[in-house]
């Protein structure tokens, strides 16, 4: 049984949720988002009440697995839409920057040549000093373009040098000894 999908999902006051031959439509404050889902869980929303029920549809292993992933994703999808994500990313080294250019972000991490990453449709990137802010209303499209970001250039173990997340520890190496 799963302990995520027995729990009632409550609507926020100012959020519109509607569910058409299984596309879940969430409108919001933030924006809007929609997502396909199979039938293996009947999702019940109650519009009355004010709250979204699931239940596994058929009896099999499948079903039950799905049962709590797709009660995490609702509950992502509607707290997106009210109050939105945010994942900050931190630049350590000498000469390393980031900066926006209209709708790319320009990273100077130590190459030959300035690495350039597309900013998603959905998504604001903010660079302020040695700070790379990712905010927008859809939990896994901001961890997946902050995981792009980071993995443009890791953390090295001796100095740190590189983009972390924020509050991340790097556990770092100790080097050569002098003797």
Same mark, same amino acid.
């Given at each position: ?7 009632? @999902? ?20 933030? =924006? ?10 009947? @999702? ?13 549809? #058929? ?5 039950? @697995? ?6 995490? %994703? ?21 000469? *390393?920057? +980031?900066?926006? #250019? ?7 991490? =130590? *190459?030959? %040549?300035p690495v350039e990453i597309a900013v998603p449709d959905g998504l604001k990137v903010s660079a302020e000093k040695n700070v790379i802010t990712v905010s =927008? ?7 997946? *373009? +902050? ?11 001796? #100095?740190? #040098?590189?983009? %972390?997340?924020?509050?991340? %520890?790097?556990?770092?190496?100790? =080097?050569?000894?002098?003797?």
């Amino acid at each position: 049984m799963s302990r995520i999908g027995k729990k009632t @999902i409550i609507i926020p006051q100012d959020t519109a949720v509607s569910l058409e031959d299984g596309l879940l439509t969430v409108k919001g404050p933030k =924006g809007e988002t929609a997502r396909k889902f199979k039938d293996n869980v009947s @999702i019940l929303v109650s519009t009355e009440e004010k709250t979204i029920k699931l239940e596994p549809a #058929k009896g099999d292993q499948f079903s039950r @697995i799905l049962w709590g992933t797709y009660a995490s %994703h609702i509950s992502n999808m509607i707290a997106g839409v009210n109050g939105g994500f945010e994942k900050k990313l931190g630049i350590e080294g000498v000469g *390393f920057k +980031a900066e926006i #250019k209209g709708n790319v972000l320009v990273l100077n991490v =130590g *190459f030959s %040549h300035p690495v350039e990453i597309a900013v998603p449709d959905g998504l604001k990137v903010s660079a302020e000093k040695n700070v790379i802010t990712v905010s =927008g209303f859809d939990k896994e499209l901001v961890g997946q *373009f +902050a995981a792009k970001v980071r993995s443009v250039k890791k953390p090295e173990p001796y #100095k740190g #040098k590189g983009i %972390h997340y924020e509050g991340e %520890h790097i556990r770092r190496k100790q =080097g050569k000894k002098s003797a």
